[in-house]
């Protein structure tokens, strides 16, 4: 499996990730269409090459015409949703603006609805955010990985005043993920476009043993005297796909006993579209013989405090408990395979025995069933025959 180990040394943002992609291997043509792919029409791009202490880099910079200084959450999720980009593509990017809104309302004690975001709602930003997360998709990246990341030192002027690094936002965007403070002098060396990047993306630690395909760094603005300022990037591929990974994750859990099926049905699909890893509804008995329900939501300790958030405001529930679990997953990987000429995606398990197991997304299943007017159980055997001939 195909895998990307981010190495923020000296921090990363979104413009850094950009510049390292493009040096291992993403097509410099296609960043330059990204704009108009996205409507945002009359954006230029300039891609350099430069040089960090001694350490050969791509910059990427954008030139923008006048625009609003910042968007709220809804402009942006406008630009994503009709952008031509893959589905995971669309879902990642909205998860990472989604990501920066929540912390943004949580620290300002406002609705995620009313956030104005400045630097991240610009258009650079957007660019960065959905130009990163497209470009390890182009390069066929399936899973990311992050090592310690530099945070800088000092204070940083944002729209809110003066402000500590790591700002308030990058911080809490940041949880959950080894971090150190320094180097001494560097001022702001994460910013919140990057430390979302660094969220909605990374697995983890880099696993202990990899084999190293490709290398690349993007340069950051500030040129340091004696060490670079650039972000690394490592396209490597994972030494045992058919091993099992564990995962320390969070469990939350709340019971309820007032609330309508349908009420707790949407709670549960707010919880999966905004990033949780798995929500279940279980029946259950409360005090005074009541029936209730409970909601189960596995989530990364990066998106506790969000999802949490999100359980109190969609539910009727006084209270959450929450327990480190640690989960063992097969790895896997997604294909498409063509049945009846239509795209089929599929997920391909690697067992521990070297064998593997596939099974097609019942979306496109029903879709091919729909336009073909085969049966589900016939497409889902077409597309089993077809990932076995691959």
Known sequence: MRVAILDPFSGISGDMTLGALLDVGLDPEWLKQLPAELGLEGVGVRIARTRRSDISAFKVDFDIPPQPHGRHLRQIREVVSRSPAPEQVRELADRAFTAIASVEAGIHGIAIERVHLHEVGAVDAILDVVGSIWGLSELGVSRVYCSTISLGDGFVNA?????PVPAP???RLLEGHLVRPGPDGSGELVTPTGAALVQVLSSGPPPAEFIPRASGYGAGTKDFVGR?????????DEVSVASVASEPL????TDVDDMSAELLAGAADTLRQAGALD?????????KGRVGTRLEVLARPADVERLEVLLFTHTSTLGVRRMRVERRALSRASTKVQVLGHDVRMKVAALPDGS?????EFDDVWAVSTATGRSPKEV????LAAAERA
């Not at 729209?159 to 402000?163: N, P, T, W």
């Not at 889902?380 to 597309?383: D, I, K, R, V, Y």
Request: charged letters at 15%; glycine letters at 2%.
């Open 169 to 171: 936002a990058t911080l």
């Open 159 to 163: 729209a809110h005043g003066r402000l």
């Open 279 to 287: 929500v279940v509804l279980l029946s259950t008995q409360m005090k």
């Open 356 to 360: 593997r197991r596939a099974k097609p």
């Open 250 to 253: 969070v469990q939350l859990a």
């Open 228 to 236: 670079p300022n650039v972000l690394r990037i490592v396209l490597a």
């Open 380 to 383: 889902t055997s077409l597309a």
